[in-house]
């Protein structure tokens, strides 16, 4: 697939991702770096506060409305032509984690194009689209003024992502909140990936000491 990356260049460019396509069948751990270079290739600025337009918000932003910022898990492999810049790693400063979770206000234009519930949702990165809730409105706008039929038919994306501006700003479509998972739980824990949660998860003092001791039998404690 081709996500958004903030590169070194200070811009966003389109880069190729490959994947595992069966990670999450085999349970395979997340990769929160690779995670907060999506989430942040979501945005249009380094403030990350503002989307851009409705009918032109990158694939990261489709994927966050679909799944929260649970993108990827296991290894991520991205495509990068030669003589092109590079993905910025320090995009997300020193704790990916923490990135992710920490949601920055939406920004006045996205306020005044949404209103403030709708941007609080669509930046948020563990507010998801309830689709069955999204079919059922565009049902709704087949009844309506709307020719979708004709539409659809003809192809006219531009249209339908407007159509879908509608469907979300105007219509009881529901948000459903869906957690950014720290790891999976089924698979045993390598001290690796236990010293890296516990360097990138708020811990009281009490806490740190412990997973500074024994960072695989903390993450355990704090499954039970």
């Known amino acids: 697939m081709v996500l958004s990356f903030w590169c070194t260049d200070d811009k966003r460019q389109e880069i190729d991702v490959w994947v595992d396509d069966d990670g999450r069948d085999n349970k395979l751990q997340p990769n929160h770096r690779a995670n907060a270079l999506v989430d942040a290739g979501r945005f249009k600025n380094m403030e990350f506060n503002d989307i851009g337009k409705r009918h032109r918000v990158t694939k990261n932003q489709q994927l966050k409305e679909s799944q929260g910022a649970n993108y990827f898990v296991g290894d991520v492999c991205l ?10 790693l320090d995009v997300y400063g020193d704790n990916p984690i923490k990135f992710i979770r920490d949601i920055n206000p939406p920004s006045r234009r996205m306020i005044s194009q949404y209103g403030e519930d709708l941007a609080k949702n669509l930046i948020d990165p563990e507010q998801t689209v309830n689709f069955q809730s999204l079919i059922h409105q565009t049902d709704q706008l087949r009844r309506s003024s709307y020719d979708l039929d004709a539409i659809i038919s003809r192809n006219d994306k531009h249209r339908q992502r407007i159509i879908m501006i509608d469907v979300l700003k105007d219509r009881n479509v529901v948000w459903d909140y869906r957690r950014y998972g720290l790891l999976t739980t089924e698979t045993p824990i ?3 990936f236990a010293h890296l949660l516990c360097m990138w998860m708020p811990l009281c003092e009490a806490d740190l000491t412990f997973s500074r001791s024994d960072p695989v039998r903390f993450i355990e404690y704090l499954l039970r």
């Open 79 to 88: 495509v990068v032509k030669g003589g092109k810049p590079y993905p910025n």
């Open 190 to 192: 390598t001290p690796s």
